[in-house]
């Protein structure tokens, strides 16, 4: 957690950071002179095409690794916050808010003239201890309701987009619509979505609502069948003019075939709609991936190549955000994902010694491939 002491770091390393005197990132191997700093940054090369490219961040690391800042500060114009905006992180206490630590990145974010996402208000995960033991039938949409005035609340104005509403739909649930069985829905009722959205356009008008959820990318059986429910649910809650913007989140493995026509197809029908799209996680799970790291690199380069270029074609896909910046700082190295052989995973566009990957030059390849048909955000 960010104690004082840090947030006052991360602001020194705001001050300290202009985008001219941002680390030089040198790229590795095949692409060994280049520079992609400035001019050659992702975030010069998505501003030329009017569109916002993000990352995941830590704010106890913008305060405390001044090249991840500085990586941070050059390559990105929209942040989210990986963790640091979720109920546990919010919510020490049943009536005690702290927004030290999402204070923070938000003011990295104002010093350097970018867009910050707020993630989640509503989750079924990164819920306090004291959740279990104090929400109940009785107080539960009081509970919600009184998190989302206060913490969208807090920062009305100031945010891109919220992700209201995260992974509700789980085609293993029971229900013909495929709502989760999650302790929202069991405690504060089936209609709790809507009371999300209502709640947070009330507390922040400005702000882009979005429903957030994963494993709806492919055209796999189990992929199409959430993708369904997803649109469903996303229909009830633009029939109410409550949502904005759907994330998919676009946690895509090796092997994976993103050639489908399913997404674009889903892509378009929001459109229809008039809703935005923002692809909100991207990474690649290299976990069973077998042959060397070059052939492992390649495969995620690969992936990051077709699906961006695919999904960047849609005039309505208006951010590409992957899920952390650097190989350092991957969820994707926790336990959960680690590799048999113990190797690290490289899903990110810089390595873990903050050197661009091949996954870089595939990201900034496909922001190019930007059709100026398109238009500007
Ligand atoms: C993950 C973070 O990356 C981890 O650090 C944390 O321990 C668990 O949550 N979908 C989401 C994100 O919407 O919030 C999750 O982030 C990854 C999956």
């Known amino acids: 957690m960010l104690n004082r002491r840090d947030f006052l770091k991360v602001s020194a390393a705001v001050a300290a950071i202009s985008p001219l005197s941002a680390v ?17 940054s992702l975030r010069a090369h998505a501003e ?19 090249q991840y800042a500085a990586l941070v500060a050059g390559q990105i114009n929209l942040l989210v916050a990986e963790n640091a905006m979720k109920w546990h992180a919010l919510r020490p206490a049943p009536d005690k808010f702290d927004f030290t630590a999402a204070d923070a990145i938000l003011a990295f974010a104002e010093s350097h003239n970018q867009k910050l996402r707020g993630h989640n208000l509503c989750w079924h995960e990164a819920l306090p201890d004291w959740f279990a033991s104090t929400v109940t039938k009785a107080n539960a949409r009081q509970t919600l309701t009184k998190h989302i005035e206060t913490v969208a609340g807090h920062f009305a104005g100031k945010l891109h987009s919220w992700d209201v509403v995260n992974e509700a739909i789980d085609p293993a649930s029971p229900r013909p619509d495929g709502l989760r069985v999650s302790p929202w829905l069991e405690l504060a009722g089936e209609d709790y979505i809507e009371l999300a959205f209502r709640t947070a356009r009330q507390a ?27 649109l469903a649910l996303v229909q009830r809650l ?26 674009r197809d889903f892509v378009r029908e929001l459109r229809g709609m008039g809703l935005q799209v923002f692809i909100t996680e991207l990474d690649v799970n290299t976990q069973k991936a077998q042959g060397t790291v070059a052939d492992r690199d390649a495969e995620v380069a690969r992936i990051y190549r077709e699906y961006l270029t695919h999904m960047l074609a849609e005039p309505n896909v208006t951010a590409a955000l992957t899920w952390g910046i650097t190989d350092r700082y991957t969820w994707l190295n926790s336990p959960r994902y680690a590799r048999p052989d113990g190797q690290r995973q490289r899903p990110l566009p810089f390595d873990a010694d903050y050197k661009p990957t091949s996954a870089f030059f595939a990201e900034r390849a496909a922001l190019d491939s930007r059709p100026a048909a398109a238009g500007r955000l």
């Open 24 to 40: 030089r990132a040198q790229s590795s191997s095949s692409d060994s002179s280049s520079d992609v700093s400035g001019a050659n």
């Open 48 to 66: 030329q095409h009017g569109l916002l490219v993000g990352c995941a961040v830590a704010p106890e690391r913008l305060a405390n690794d001044a």
């Open 204 to 230: 922040d008008p400005k702000a882009l609502l979005t429903y957030n959820d994963y494993g709806i990318e492919l055209d796999t059986p189990k992929h199409v069948d959430k993708r369904a429910k997803v």
């Open 238 to 263: 633009h029939a109410s003019g409550i949502i904005d913007a759907v994330g998919v989140q676009s946690h895509l493995s090796a092997g994976d075939d993103v050639s489908g026509t399913g997404l």
